[in-house]
C-alpha cells in the first residue's frame, strides 16, 4: 500500500522540540492520540512498546532519520506519523548523526509482510540521497504529504 | 540472471590459501517476522566483522550490501524468503559460514 494512505497528516508534529528520543516518540504517540487515532489507553501501550523497542536498538538508520516503530495488537492497519526537529537531536543513530526527521510506524501484530512493505518504502526514500534531502526539507504536513504522494506515484 | 547453484561453497580449487575468492550459497529467512530492523542489523553487524571480504544478499533482481541494515531492509524478505548470500574476498568462506548461521539461528532474537 502507498505511505501516504498511511499516514495520519493531522498527527504530524512539525515543530518538534523534545527532551529527548523517548520524549518526541510520546509526544508523537500523544498527537495520533488527539487526532482520534486509538484510545488514551492504547496510546500509552504503544508507547510503552516502541520506547521498548527503541531500548534494545536505535531505530535511528542514519541521513538524519529515524524510524520508531512496533507491530502492536493495538492498531488494526498500518499507520505512519512524522516529526520533525529543525536542527536535529541526539536519537544515538548507527551513523552517529541529529536526527531531524522521525517517521513513526506502527503496523498490527500479525502484519509482518505490511510491516517488511512499509518499512522498505521509508527505506528507499532515505537512502536516495536526494529525496532523502528533500524529505528532511519538509517543514509541514502538506510538504510531507505532497513528497510521499509524489514518490507514490500519485498526481495531487 | 544467472541460475544459482545449490548450497555447498564454491571457492576454486586452485585458489592458494589466502587468496581472493567467491562463495555463494542460498539462505532462507526462517523467522516468523522475516528480515525486519533488528535481524538487519544483526546481520549487517555480522558481516562488518568481514573488512575485506565483500559480502551481498540478492533476491530476484535485488542486490543489497549485507553491511548495510538500510539496504537489508530493502530485500522486503518475509518469513521463508530464499535468498541468496554471496562473499568475495580472502575470508569469504568464514563470512558465509557465520551469516548463514545466523539465519539458521533465526539471528539469535527468537522473537
Same mark, same amino acid.
Not at chain 1, 492504547?42 to 531505530?59: C, L, P, Y
Not at chain 1, 498500518?78 to 536535529?88: C, N
Not at chain 2, 544459482?4 to 561453497?9: A, D, K, N, T, W
Not at chain 2, 587468496?19 to 533488528?38: F, I, M, P, Q
Given at each position: 500500500?502507498? %505511505?501516504?494512505?498511511?499516514?495520519?497528516?493531522?498527527?504530524?508534529?512539525?515543530?518538534?522540540?523534545?527532551?529527548?528520543?523517548?520524549?518526541?516518540?510520546?509526544?508523537?504517540?500523544?498527537?495520533?492520540?488527539?487526532?482520534?487515532? +486509538?484510545?488514551?489507553?492504547?496510546?500509552?501501550?504503544?508507547?510503552?512498546?516502541?520506547?521498548?523497542?527503541?531500548?534494545?536498538?536505535?531505530?535511528?538508520?542514519?541521513?538524519?532519520?529515524?524510524?520508531?516503530?512496533?507491530?502492536?495488537?493495538?492498531?488494526?492497519?498500518?499507520?505512519?506519523?512524522?516529526?520533525?526537529?529543525?536542527?536535529?537531536?541526539?536519537?544515538?543513530?548507527?551513523?552517529?548523526?541529529?536526527?531531524?526527521?522521525?517517521?513513526?510506524?506502527?503496523?498490527?501484530?500479525?502484519?509482518?509482510?505490511?510491516?517488511?512493505?512499509?518499512?522498505?518504502?521509508?527505506?528507499?526514500?532515505?537512502?536516495?540521497?536526494?529525496?532523502?534531502?528533500? %524529505?528532511?526539507?519538509?517543514?509541514?504536513?502538506?510538504? +510531507?504529504?505532497?513528497?510521499?504522494?509524489?514518490?507514490?506515484?500519485?498526481?495531487? | 540472471?544467472?541460475?544459482?547453484?545449490?548450497?555447498?561453497?564454491?571457492?576454486?580449487?586452485?585458489?592458494?590459501?589466502?587468496?581472493?575468492?567467491?562463495?555463494?550459497?542460498?539462505?532462507?529467512?526462517?523467522?516468523?517476522?522475516?528480515?525486519?530492523?533488528?535481524?538487519?542489523?544483526?546481520?549487517?553487524?555480522?558481516?562488518?566483522?568481514?573488512?575485506?571480504?565483500?559480502?551481498?544478499?540478492?533476491?530476484?533482481?535485488?542486490?543489497?550490501?549485507?553491511?548495510?541494515?538500510?539496504?537489508?531492509?530493502?530485500?522486503?524478505?518475509?518469513?521463508?524468503?530464499?535468498?541468496?548470500?554471496?562473499?568475495?574476498?580472502?575470508?569469504?568462506?568464514?563470512?558465509?559460514?557465520?551469516?548463514?548461521?545466523?539465519?539458521?539461528?533465526?539471528?539469535?532474537?527468537?522473537?
Amino acid at each position: 500500500m502507498a %505511505l501516504h494512505d498511511q499516514c495520519i497528516p493531522e498527527a504530524f508534529l512539525c515543530d518538534l522540540e523534545p527532551a529527548d528520543k523517548e520524549d518526541a516518540i510520546r509526544q508523537l504517540v500523544d498527537a495520533l492520540v488527539g487526532a482520534d487515532v +486509538f484510545t488514551t489507553r492504547k496510546g500509552n501501550a504503544i508507547a510503552k512498546e516502541v520506547i521498548e523497542r527503541e531500548r534494545q536498538a536505535s531505530t535511528g538508520i542514519g541521513s538524519g532519520v529515524a524510524i520508531p516503530h512496533a507491530r502492536t495488537k493495538a492498531v488494526d492497519r498500518v499507520i505512519l506519523t512524522f516529526g520533525r526537529v529543525a536542527g536535529g537531536f541526539d536519537f544515538a543513530a548507527t551513523d552517529g548523526r541529529k536526527v531531524s526527521v522521525i517517521c513513526l510506524l506502527l503496523t498490527p501484530a500479525a502484519a509482518a509482510d505490511d510491516h517488511l512493505a512499509a518499512m522498505k518504502s521509508i527505506v528507499a526514500i532515505v537512502r536516495d540521497n536526494y529525496q532523502c534531502k528533500r %524529505l528532511i526539507g519538509c517543514k509541514t504536513p502538506e510538504s +510531507f504529504i505532497g513528497l510521499l504522494k509524489e514518490l507514490d506515484g500519485v498526481k495531487s | 540472471m544467472s541460475t544459482i547453484e545449490g548450497s555447498p561453497p564454491d571457492s576454486s580449487p586452485g585458489n592458494p590459501p589466502g587468496s581472493a575468492s567467491v562463495v555463494e550459497v542460498r539462505v532462507t529467512v526462517r523467522n516468523k517476522n522475516g528480515l525486519h530492523a533488528r535481524p538487519s542489523s544483526v546481520l549487517a553487524e555480522a558481516a562488518l566483522r568481514f573488512a575485506d571480504t565483500a559480502l551481498t544478499l540478492r533476491r530476484a533482481e535485488t542486490e543489497v550490501d549485507a553491511k548495510s541494515i538500510m539496504e537489508l531492509l530493502l530485500l522486503e524478505a518475509g518469513p521463508g524468503t530464499e535468498l541468496t548470500l554471496t562473499a568475495s574476498g580472502p575470508q569469504a568462506t568464514e563470512a558465509v559460514a557465520a551469516l548463514r548461521n545466523l539465519f539458521e539461528r533465526e539471528f539469535d532474537l527468537h522473537l
